[in-house]
T-cell receptor, first 115, second 111 residues
Framework: DGGITQSPKYLFRKEGQNVTLSCEQN?????MYWYRQDPGQGLRLIYY???????QKGDIAEGYSVSREKKESFPLTVTSAQKNPTAFYLC??????????????FGPGTRLTVL | GESVGLHLPTLSVQEGDNSIINCAYS??????FIWYKQESGKGPQFIID?????DKRQGQRVTVLLNKTVKHLSLQIAATQPGDSAVYFC??????????FGTGTKLQVIP
C-alpha cells in the first residue's frame, strides 16, 4: 500500500537535546512538507521541499532543520534552539505539479513532548 | 500576511441533517480554497478544493460555496453521518506550494 509513514508516534525528549523525526513516502511524490499543530490551532508550515536536494523555509522555520537527500525521505530535526518544541508534527507530500499542492497526503503524525 | 478563520470552533449536528461549516479569509488574491478533514489522532485528509473563478463545486455528499465579495467560504455536508465527526479545516493557496490553514471547526454528530 502506498502512503506516508512517520516514526515514532510518540517521542519524549529532554530539554536541550536535538531530536530527529522521520518521514518516508512511497507515493513517488516530488513535494514534501513539515507542519506543526498546537492544541486548538491550525497547521503551520515549518519547511517544504519541491525536489530532491532543495528545500525552503516555511512560516516558522526557526529552531528546525531538514534535509532531502532522497525523494522518499524528508527528516525534520528539532534543535535545542526551538523554544517551544512540544507539539504534534505532521509530514505531508504532494505530486508537485502546479495545482497538486492543494491535495497533500498526510502521515499519522508524531507527538513530541519535551520534559 | 494571509489569515484564515473559521466562524465556530464547534458545531453539533443531528445525524441525517445537513451541516454547514463556514470560513472567512483575508487575501483576495488567493487562487484556490481547500477543505480538509482531520479525525482524532490522525493526519488531515483532503476533501475538496475550488478555484477562485468558481462559486460552487460539488463532490460526494459535499458542496463548497465561495463568495469572493465577502471573502467567505463554506462546506456543506449532506445527510451528516457519525463518520463525519472530525475537525474541518479550510485553507487557501495563492503561491506555488504554499497553503495556509485555518484554525478548524470540530463537527460533532449527535446520533
Amino acid at each position: 500500500d502506498g502512503g506516508i509513514t512517520q516514526s515514532p508516534k510518540y517521542l519524549f525528549r529532554k530539554e536541550g537535546q536535538n531530536v530527529t523525526l522521520s518521514c518516508e513516502q512511497n507515493l513517488n511524490h516530488d513535494a514534501m512538507y513539515w507542519y506543526r499543530q498546537d492544541p486548538g490551532q491550525g497547521l503551520r508550515l515549518i519547511y517544504y521541499s519541491q525536489i530532491v536536494n532543495d528545500f525552503q523555509k516555511g512560516d516558522i522555520a526557526e529552531g528546525y532543520s531538514v534535509s532531502r537527500e532522497k525523494k522518499e525521505s524528508f527528516p525534520l530535526t528539532v534543535t535545542s534552539a526551538q523554544k517551544n518544541p512540544t507539539a504534534f508534527y505532521l509530514c505531508a507530500s504532494s505530486i508537485g505539479s502546479r495545482r497538486s499542492y492543494n491535495e497533500q497526503f498526510f502521515g499519522p503524525g508524531t507527538r513530541l513532548t519535551v520534559l | 500576511g494571509e489569515s484564515v478563520g473559521l466562524h465556530l470552533p464547534t458545531l453539533s449536528v443531528q445525524e441525517g441533517d445537513n451541516s454547514i461549516i463556514n470560513c472567512a479569509y483575508s487575501n483576495s488574491a488567493s487562487d484556490y480554497f481547500i477543505w480538509y478533514k482531520q479525525e482524532s489522532g490522525k493526519g488531515p485528509q483532503f476533501i475538496i478544493d475550488i478555484r477562485s473563478n468558481m462559486d460552487k463545486r460539488q463532490g460526494q455528499r459535499v458542496t463548497v460555496l465561495l463568495n469572493k465579495t465577502v471573502k467567505h467560504l463554506s462546506l456543506q455536508i449532506a445527510a451528516t453521518q457519525p463518520g463525519d465527526s472530525a475537525v474541518y479545516f479550510c485553507a487557501v493557496s495563492g503561491g506555488y506550494q504554499k497553503v495556509t490553514f485555518g484554525t478548524g471547526t470540530k463537527l460533532q454528530v449527535i446520533p
